[in-house]
């Protein structure tokens, strides 16, 4: 089962507050959420879960078909990952992949090479680009070891896998690798080939604020 924590939306993207305001924001973490159950739309390979209380999320996740976990706590991705594997394993969910809703690029090649990739028992894990997150974790057995998610989440991951005694893949995919959390990630987004709404609304961002440096300069 691929499980898709998504925290409450009206006040996604806090470390891009000194430039847009929050309902910009709010609209970014909107369009990224759309382009990642997009790709897993497009992948068809397993059952998926949007493990959240936000309303946004959950009429998405309705429109596609897909489980709706409810995250009634909204306290973190990893609380939420938590109470989302424990139902997994009680409906007899053998494998869990786990990925963030703010890896707009995805693309449904990029999960199946995950599951192509995955051992028979074991795990696989693929890093932020900055080697520090991890931003997808999928564990066979579900709840092979617990996930921890955070800004240097991916060194514990692997340690933890190793300590099962099970395998674990290490797989480096660029447009997973991306996740959105700077200016320097939101000008990546809008620089990568393609015309997903997440990356036409970053196009957008950033040439409004351009736009809006050069009529400050020239005042």
Do not use: W
């Amino acid at each position: 089962m691929i499980l898709i924590p998504v925290k409450n939306l009206s006040d996604a993207k806090q470390r891009l507050a000194p430039s847009f305001d929050q309902a910009t924001r709010t609209a970014l973490a909107h369009a990224m959420l759309e382009d990642v159950l997009q790709a897993v739309v497009e992948y068809r390979g397993d059952d998926v879960a949007v493990v959240t209380s936000d309303a946004f999320a959950r009429d998405l996740a309705r429109r596609h078909g897909f489980e709706i976990i409810l995250d009634n706590a909204n306290r973190s991705e990893t609380d939420a990952i938590e109470t989302a594997t424990s139902a997994a394993e009680q409906g007899g969910v053998e494998t869990t992949l786990v990925i963030p809703g703010d890896i707009p690029l995805i693309e449904a090649a990029d999960i199946r090479m995950i599951y192509d990739q995955a051992p028979a028992r074991g795990s696989v894990l693929v890093p932020s680009g900055d080697k520090r997150g991890t931003n997808a974790a999928l564990r066979r057995p579900a709840g092979a070891f617990p996930l921890r998610f955070g800004n240097d989440s991916f060194v514990p991951h692997l340690a933890a896998a190793k300590a099962t005694g099970d395998p674990c893949v290490v797989l480096e995919i660029p447009r997973i690798a991306l996740d959105i959390d700077t200016m320097e990630d939101l000008l990546q987004l809008a620089q990568a080939p393609g015309h997903k709404p997440s990356q036409v609304l970053a196009r957008e961002l950033i040439s409004a604020r351009e736009d809006s440096l050069k009529t400050t300069l020239a005042g």
